[in-house]
């Protein structure tokens, strides 16, 4: 069975909230100097990721789930499940929250809900975020969007690179200005919008707000969940789990000269350079790596080893 990484192009999106470090620090070809979105690994309608090498060059991640499933062990479900994106949020994105599985199926005939994590990559000096309320009661959340009460009613944390943050489908949050973060979610792009600042959209329109299902969908009271990171040191490797939930696992892998072949307990790996340049080793092939890569490991890739000096982001679905 054919091992060969699946390495993708990504889709980049326009956001009125973009900037331009998805080309000045990854170098893609961004449409415009508000590009707010990388969806790098992605078989999502909205913005599909096309295998760059190969047989299969050309095809769409998609295409390949419909037609090949051996390659992710045959994984089940109609849709690939997750999606991987870097954000480069230049000004703060709207404060949102997202559905969970049984809500997004039934209200918006869509497969997934939606549960996100960030991992920050970096951020400027006193960055903030959104993540969760302090509203301790759906009725009294109500009120305070009403009056439009922000302040009273969004819980802001500061943030640092490295930073790691989990959020659940009803969990209301926002990436605010400065931030560069890898987002690891379920692949839906359903948002309901809550608050968006009363600015105008890029029609000079305020954008839509989703009021009655933010308040249907939002977790009240809000309560942080309870991470456990585990690590683990080699001599030249530092592998850091982030986070190990319901839709996925995600780790942070460090390598700063070679590490061992790292045996498969996945069933196929989704993986992003964050930084460095490197040589990924599957079997006797080895594929060059450099910042801004996204690629797939395939199943029957059994194990995967390294060399060079690279930041991931690796993961992959429960
Ligand atoms: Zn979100």
């Known amino acids: 069975m054919d091992t060969t990484p699946l390495f993708l192009r990504p889709a980049l999106h326009e956001k009125i909230w973009g900037g331009t470090r998805l080309r000045d620090l990854y170098g893609y070809a961004i449409p415009s100097e508000t590009t707010g979105e990388c969806w790098g690994i992605s078989?999502?309608?909205?913005?599909?990721?096309?295998?760059?090498?190969?047989?299969?060059?050309?095809?769409?991640?998609?295409?390949?789930?419909?037609?090949?499933?051996?390659?992710?062990?045959?994984?089940?479900?109609?849709?690939?499940?997750?999606?991987?994106?870097?954000?480069?949020?230049?000004?703060?994105?709207?404060?949102?929250?997202?559905?969970?599985?049984?809500?997004?199926?039934?209200?918006?005939?869509?497969?997934?809900?939606?549960?996100?994590?960030?991992?920050?990559?970096?951020?400027?000096?006193?960055?903030?975020?959104?993540?969760?309320?302090?509203?301790?009661?759906?009725?009294?959340?109500?009120?305070?969007?009403?009056?439009?009460?922000?302040?009273?009613?969004?819980?802001?944390?500061?943030?640092?690179?490295?930073?790691?943050?989990?959020?659940?489908?009803?969990?209301?949050?926002?990436?605010?200005?400065?931030?560069?973060?890898?987002?690891?979610?379920?692949?839906?792009?359903?948002?309901?919008?809550?608050?968006?600042?009363?600015?105008?959209?890029?029609?000079?329109?305020?954008?839509?707000?989703?009021?009655?299902?933010?308040?249907?969908?939002?977790?009240?009271?809000?309560?942080?969940?309870k991470l456990t990171y585990s690590v683990r040191q080699e001599a030249e490797a530092k592998f850091t789990e982030l986070l190990r939930e319901k839709y996925f696992t995600v780790s942070h892998w460090e390598i700063r000269g070679h590490a061992d072949p790292i045996e498969k307990n996945w069933p196929f790996l989704l993986m992003s350079v964050l930084n460095g340049t490197g040589t990924l080793a599957i079997g006797d092939a080895e594929y060059p790596l450099k910042k801004g890569d996204h690629l797939v490991v395939p199943a029957a890739a059994r194990t995967v080893a390294f060399d060079g000096q690279l930041d991931l982001i690796v993961s992959n679905p429960v």
Request: net charge negative.
């Open 43 to 225: 078989a999502h309608p909205n913005g599909p990721a096309v295998i760059k090498n190969g047989p299969l060059a050309g095809k769409t991640l998609a295409e390949v789930w419909a037609s090949d499933r051996e390659l992710f062990d045959q994984y089940p479900g109609d849709n690939f499940p997750l999606l991987t994106k870097i954000l480069d949020a230049r000004t703060d994105l709207s404060v949102q929250v997202h559905p969970d599985d049984a809500y997004a199926r039934e209200k918006e005939q869509v497969p997934f809900g939606k549960t996100e994590c960030w991992y920050i990559i970096d951020c400027d000096e006193g960055s903030e975020i959104v993540y969760g309320h302090k509203a301790p009661s759906h009725e009294a959340f109500r009120r305070l969007v009403d009056h439009g009460e922000w302040d009273r009613l969004l819980r802001r944390v500061k943030v640092r690179p490295g930073d790691f943050f989990y959020v659940p489908s009803g969990t209301i949050h926002a990436i605010c200005g400065g931030c560069l973060i890898l987002e690891t979610q379920q692949s839906s792009d359903i948002t309901y919008r809550v608050y968006d600042y009363d600015r105008p959209g890029a029609d000079g329109k305020p954008r839509e707000l989703h009021i009655e299902q933010s308040i249907e969908v939002a977790n009240c009271p809000h309560r942080d969940p």
